[in-house]
T-cell receptor, first 114, second 117 residues
Framework: ETGVTQTPRHLVMGMTNKKSLKCEQH?????MYWYKQSAKKPLELMFV???????ENNSVPSRFSPECPNSSHLFLHLHTLQPEDSALYLC?????????????FGPGTRLTVT | AQTVTQSQPEMSVQEAETVTLSCTYD???????LFWYKQPPSRQMILVIR??????QNATENRFSVNFQKAAKSFSLKISDSQLGDAAMYFC??????????????FGQGTILTVHP
């Protein structure tokens, strides 16, 4: 595998379920990100991890819980979600968090909350 | 807070022709980067081109070039000799190079580009 991978690619869950999204980067990067892409809305940054430490939490509800066990893996734990949380969740990574570093995106997980 | 606006929800172009996608942004910062990302249907988002705000020269990458007007806060993307593979959603994005932004990308709403054979 190369680049940034995400699993699962599609997920349907009920509002009372608990599930996790997984992201893995094979690029040797030090920073990882979660973005939310909703229909007809710009991509929104959710979380930023730099060297496995969370450095940004963009006012995300507590029903979304990120975890970064090492610099290659990033998880997003989901519980008691709402239908409006249905979206494409994108993971990205970059060498650093400076402005010039390119962010490499994964293919996303399409989440549907029923 | 920074904002990015793409005023063209959809654009279309004939194959081999040229198309320009518009983007404006608002910021009080002087040190930042601007990006155009491409998101093909059901495929990963990839970087098309990057512009550093302190560079006056417009960035170019093969058939892709930008018109960066810093004073006007405008950052348009020109695609020359359009190809069928250029069909995608295009996002303009802003990224601060200082402070505590921690690499945050601020995206516009996106422009869907259709290429007609």
């Amino acid at each position: 595998e190369t680049g940034v991978t995400q699993t699962p690619r599609h997920l349907v869950m009920g509002m009372t379920n608990k599930k996790s999204l997984k992201c893995e980067q094979h690029l040797g990067h030090n920073a990882m990100y979660w973005y939310k892409q909703s229909a007809k809305k710009p991509l929104e940054l959710m979380f930023v991890y730099s060297l496995e430490e969370r450095v940004e939490n963009n006012s995300v509800p507590s029903r979304f819980s990120p975890e970064c066990p090492n610099s290659s893996h990033l998880f997003l734990h989901l519980h008691t979600l709402q239908p409006e949380d249905s979206a494409l969740y994108l993971c990205a990574s970059s060498q650093g968090t400076g402005g010039g570093y390119e962010q490499y995106f994964g293919p996303g997980t399409r989440l549907t909350v029923t | 807070a920074q904002t990015v606006t793409q005023s063209q929800p959809e654009m279309s172009v004939q194959e081999a022709e040229t198309v320009t996608l518009s983007c404006t942004y608002d910021t009080s910062e002087s040190d930042y980067y601007l990006f155009w990302y491409k998101q093909p249907p059901s495929r990963q988002m990839i970087l098309v081109i990057r512009q550093e705000a302190y560079k006056q020269q417009n960035a170019t990458e093969n058939r892709f070039s930008v018109n960066f007007q810093k004073a006007a806060k405008s950052f348009s993307l020109k695609i020359s000799d359009s190809q069928l593979g250029d069909a995608a959603m295009y996002f303009c994005a802003y990224r601060s190079n200082g402070g505590t932004s921690y690499g945050k990308l601020t995206f516009g709403q996106g422009t869907i580009l259709t290429v007609h054979p």
